[in-house]
């Protein structure tokens, strides 16, 4: 399976799962600071989509 690619500079790395999980932790805290939110925020969108089940 290839691996995504945005438009802008073919950057093909995604968020592994381990950091997607400690990214929607700092998201769902709201002590959690701006910069903490955007930063989690950036690397949930470098995430592959979730399949539907059929």
């Known amino acids: 399976m290839a691996k995504r690619t945005s438009g802008r500079g073919g950057n093909k790395e995604v968020t592994g799962k381990r950091a997607a999980s ?29 399949r539907k089940k059929k």
Do not use: D, E, H
């Not at 932790?25 to 979730?50: D, E, M």
């Open 22 to 50: 400690a990214a929607s932790k700092v998201l769902r805290n709201p002590r959690s600071s701006k910069a903490a939110k955007t930063a989690a925020g950036s690397a949930l969108t470098q995430r592959p989509n979730r």
